[in-house]
């Protein structure tokens, strides 16, 4: 064996490191990122990238030139031809059709999801509560960014053009600045399957496709 075979601790070093991933609502993206140590500098890199779900890549030339240290990704949330990656810092967009990054937004929050409003604005879900964006507005600008929600919320996802959140005994939705009670009930998770929103405990099963009306699946059906 050469020695330029044997896998020393620099070369495992020097190999990539998968980091965080999300895949979008739809199944159909997955966004994730690996980090490159660099020993000399002792600093790592880390790139993101964004595949099909059917293992075919996305053109990702522009994004590999991207590069971002320290970074993760919480959630990916796409919009038409646009695609939106929340981060620790704030939220990067995305242009799909190019594969080139539009903007980052450093907004001093960690951003778990994110909503899109029919009207333009955008809905972050954050630890500190719910912040919005008005389309007219800057998204660069901080203050710009209004919290319209500060509940302690067990579990929030975005959902259709709207955010979903999980907390107490009811599950509500939070659209273009009004807040509705989609449902009542003590659940015990909440997760997006295609283009339906399930939540559920052990007795029960309840899924929306439009975010209004709420079918409900008890242990007694057969269907379960």
Same mark, same amino acid.
């Given at each position: 064996?050469?020695?330029?075979?044997?896998?020393?601790?620099? @070369?495992?070093w020097? =190999?990539?490191?998968? $980091?965080?991933?999300?895949?979008?609502?739809? /199944?159909?993206?997955?966004?994730?990122?690996?980090? +490159?140590p660099? &020993?000399?500098?002792?600093?790592?890199?880390?790139?993101? +990238?964004?595949?099909?779900?059917?293992?075919? =890549?996305?053109?990702?030339?522009?994004?590999k030139?991207?590069?971002?240290?320290?970074?993760? *990704? %919480?959630?990916?949330? *796409?919009?038409?031809?646009?695609? +939106?990656?929340c981060t620790?810092?704030?939220f990067?967009?995305?242009?799909?059709k190019?594969?080139v990054? &539009?903007? @980052?937004?450093?907004l001093?929050?960690? *951003?778990?999801?994110?909503?899109?409003?029919?009207? $333009?604005?955008? +809905?972050?879900?954050?630890? #500190?509560? &719910?912040?919005c964006c008005?389309?007219?507005? %800057?998204?660069?600008?901080v203050?710009n960014?209004?919290?319209v929600?500060?509940?302690?919320?067990?579990?929030?996802?975005?959902?259709?053009?709207?955010?979903?959140?999980?907390?107490?005994?009811?599950?509500?939705?939070?659209?273009n600045?009004?807040?509705?009670?989609?449902h009542?009930?003590?659940?015990d998770? =909440?997760?997006?399957?295609?283009?339906?929103?399930?939540?559920?405990?052990?007795?029960?099963?309840?899924?929306?496709?439009? /975010?209004?009306n *709420?079918?409900? &699946?008890?242990?007694? %059906? #057969?269907?379960?």
């Amino acid at each position: 064996m050469a020695e330029s075979d044997l896998l020393t601790p620099e @070369t495992l070093w020097s =190999m990539g490191r998968i $980091g965080s991933r999300s895949v979008n609502p739809k /199944g159909d993206k997955i966004a994730y990122t690996v980090s +490159y140590p660099n &020993i000399k500098e002792n600093k790592s890199l880390t790139v993101i +990238y964004l595949m099909n779900a059917d293992g075919s =890549m996305t053109n990702l030339s522009a994004l590999k030139d991207k590069t971002l240290s320290g970074k993760e *990704v %919480n959630s990916l949330t *796409v919009q038409g031809s646009t695609a +939106y990656l929340c981060t620790g810092f704030g939220f990067i967009e995305i242009d799909l059709k190019e594969a080139v990054f &539009i903007d @980052t937004y450093q907004l001093g929050h960690r *951003v778990n999801s994110l909503g899109v409003a029919q009207d $333009g604005g955008i +809905y972050l879900a954050t630890p #500190e509560g &719910i912040f919005c964006c008005p389309a007219e507005k %800057n998204r660069k600008q901080v203050e710009n960014w209004t919290c319209v929600d500060q509940s302690k919320c067990e579990q929030r996802l975005a959902f259709k053009d709207m955010l979903v959140g999980r907390r107490g005994w009811n599950v509500f939705t939070l659209q273009n600045g009004k807040q509705r009670t989609l449902h009542t009930g003590r659940y015990d998770f =909440m997760r997006l399957c295609g283009d339906e929103l399930l939540w559920g405990n052990n007795e029960k099963i309840c899924l929306t496709t439009d /975010g209004k009306n *709420v079918n409900e &699946i008890s242990q007694s %059906n #057969e269907w379960l």
